[in-house]
Nanobody, 111 residues
Framework: VQLVESGGGLVQPGGSLRLTCTSS????????MRWYRRAPGKECELVAF????????NFTPSVKGRFTISRDNIKNTVYLQMDDLEPEDTAVYYC?????WGQGTQVNVSS
């Protein structure tokens, strides 16, 4: 199983980024997927969830209305669209399937 995140970077407050997690080594469409983040000095936090068929998603309250999660079960990829970013969103973002984590991608929100 491999989960590879990309799309992080430095963005100004109010900006947008789209994170991508490309998976391999398992039947992607069988699994729910999640995005987590770990901010400096804080515990790992579940940010977003999407069901295996993409029909259900939910978000931690601090990102509702700003972040969108989606998936492409043909491309074996899950996305996290992050809009109206805030400095508090600065963290390493991880893609997760049950039992497996990606290596993470750094997001920095700063002016």
């Amino acid at each position: 199983v491999q989960l590879v995140e990309s799309g992080g970077g430095l963005v100004q407050p109010g900006g947008s980024l789209r994170l991508t997690c490309t998976s391999s080594g398992f039947t992607f469409s069988d699994y729910d997927m999640r995005w987590y983040r770990r901010a400096p000095g804080k515990e790992c936090e579940l940010v977003a969830f999407i069901r295996n068929d993409g029909a259900i998603s939910n978000f931690t309250p601090s990102v509702k209305g700003r972040f969108t999660i989606s998936r492409d079960n043909i491309k074996n990829t899950v996305y996290l669209q992050m809009d109206d970013l805030e400095p508090e969103d600065t963290a390493v973002y991880y893609c997760k399937r049950v039992g497996f984590w990606g290596q993470g991608t750094q997001v920095n929100v700063s002016s």
